[in-house]
């Protein structure tokens, strides 16, 4: 099983396959979706700091180049399946902006 690692929280396992965003929730870690896991919002962003996160997909790539300047290992963890080891940084979080998360999104 991949092991993903939140930056300054901890490491949790995923089942392969499993949205990094769901891995991330699962863990206790109240990162931000509010569209459900669309990629049509982008509060789920995170960087990755290690590991292969996959192919970024059209829908993802269009979506963040509407965002202006970002960080290159910026990616939505809506659209990461975990495949491998990967440490990530979430960018934010209910707990920092006020925003309630949004819904669950779709696993």
């Known amino acids: 099983m991949p092991t993903v690692t939140i ?26 979706h509010r569209c459900g896991g669309n990629a049509r919002c982008t509060t789920c962003r995170v960087e990755v700091l290690e590991g292969d996160p996959g192919p970024m997909e059209e829908l993802e790539r269009e979506r963040l180049a509407r965002e202006g300047e970002l960080a ?16 990530v940084r979430v960018l934010r979080r209910e707990s920092t902006t006020g925003i309630p998360a949004g819904p669950r999104p779709l696993d």
């Open 72 to 87: 290159p290992n910026t990616r939505l963890s809506c659209q990461i399946h975990v495949q491998s080891d990967l440490t």
């Open 7 to 32: 930056e300054g929280e901890s490491s949790t396992q995923s089942e392969p396959g499993k949205k990094l965003v769901l891995v991330i929730e699962d863990a206790g870690i109240d990162i931000l």
